[in-house]
Structure formats: C-alpha cells, structure tokens
C-alpha cells in the first residue's frame, strides 16, 4: 500500500482566514481524494481529484470555498476558505489503491480548529 | 445511489468476548465492501475487504467479515476481543470502476472492558 503524509499535521486559525493542506504519496498514483471528518462523524467526501484536469466536486461542497490542487501524480493540495468555526474537521486525503474495487488508503489527516 | 448503516454507535465487549459490528449496505449495482479502522488521532487503515471472490473475508488483526445478499450485510466479527481493538471502525462501500469515492456509515465505537 502506499505510504501517505500530510502537512500539517493539525493547525489552529482565526476565523476568516485561508488555510492549504498538502497531501504527498510515496508512489505515481491516478486518483486522489479528499474527506472531511467533522468532530464525532464519518467521513464525507469533499471531491476527487485526477491529475490534469479539474477536481470533481460532491454536492455541498465548492471550489471557491475548498480549491485543490493537482499538479503531478503524488501531490495534492486543499485550500480551506475564509474560515468559520464549522470548518472545525479532520481533513484527509486519500488515494486510489490501484484496483479496480476502489479500495483507498488514507494519510494521517489534518486535525484543523477554527476560532 | 448508495448508502451503509452502521447500528449502534457504540458497542461495548469485555476483553475475551466476540466481537460483532453490524453493517448493512444498499447499493443499486454489485457493492465492493470495505471495514476500515481508527485509532485515535490517527488516519484509517484498511482491515479487509470485500471483491466478490469469496463471501467470507479474513481480514488484519484477527478479524473477518461475512458478505450476506441476502440481507445485505457484511458484519465484522473477532472471536476474542483484546484491549487493543479498542477504536472507530467504519464500513464503507464502492461501485468499483477507480474513479468514485467511498460512502461511509456513520462508524461504531468498540470499547473493550477489562
């Protein structure tokens, strides 16, 4: 499976401002995604992104206010927008295992807090 | 369109005891399943799956889970719990095909008594 890494590792910001989590995969892969988790909840599917084109985003969720980023096979970013304390979650990234079943392997996540 | 339900939030078990999380899909096309571990602060790991190769799956850590049609469920089960099994456990479900991202249940809170 591959190994996953996100920075940062958790963050504290004031309301209002922006923040960019990054996502590295120790291998080329061809589909990442990206999840939120807010506190005491499942995970929820902010949009998926494939290198070259434009992420797909799932319903609530849009580009202005979560931007990402794909530009090689490893690398992924999401932009949090002009925060408000809802924004409060764990973000995780994840990619495609490689088979055709969609099984996912996750990073560590991005423990966020707003004020 | 699909979804998973996970029944009870928490499930409690003494160190020893079986362990049984209960999860039911509904999935318009031939569902892939998935369970999926958290510790705490920590990201998910894969415990097994499901790919239609076989209805029984072993999985990490001693655990498996049964596919059910019929029902349409795929319950994890360990036959003795230890206190490092202690976790969220999710379910998820997939359509296959690469592209899309899992659906999740709500997730199930093992708590293991000594």
């Known amino acids: 499976s591959a190994v996953i890494s996100q920075k940062p590792s958790r963050d504290i910001c004031q309301r209002g401002t922006s923040l960019t989590i990054q996502c590295q995969v120790d291998s080329q892969v061809t589909m990442m995604f990206w999840y939120r988790q807010q506190p005491g909840q499942s995970l929820t599917l902010i949009a998926t992104a494939n290198q070259g084109s434009e992420a797909t985003y799932e319903s609530g969720f849009v580009i202005d206010k979560f931007p990402i980023s794909r530009p090689n096979l490893t690398f992924s970013t999401l932009t949090v927008s002009n925060m408000s304390p809802e924004d409060s979650s764990i973000y995780l990234c994840s990619v495609d295992g490689g088979s055709y079943y969609n099984e996912q392997f996750f990073g560590p996540g991005t423990r966020l807090t707003v004020l | 369109a699909q979804s998973v339900t996970q029944l009870g939030s928490h499930v409690s078990v003494s160190e020893g005891a079986l362990v049984l999380l209960r999860c039911n899909y509904s999935s318009s096309v031939p569902p892939y399943l998935f369970w999926y571990v958290q510790y705490p602060n920590q990201g998910l790991q894969l415990l097994l799956k499901?790919?239609?190769?076989?209805?029984l799956v072993k999985g990490i850590n001693g655990f498996e889970a049964e596919f059910k049609k019929s029902e349409t469920s795929f319950h994890l089960t360990k036959p003795s719990a230890h206190m490092s099994d202690a976790a969220e456990y999710f379910c998820a479900v997939s359509s296959g095909g690469g592209a899309d991202g899992l659906t999740f249940g709500k997730g199930t809170h093992l708590i293991i008594q000594p």
């Open positions: 499901y790919t239609s190769a076989a209805t």
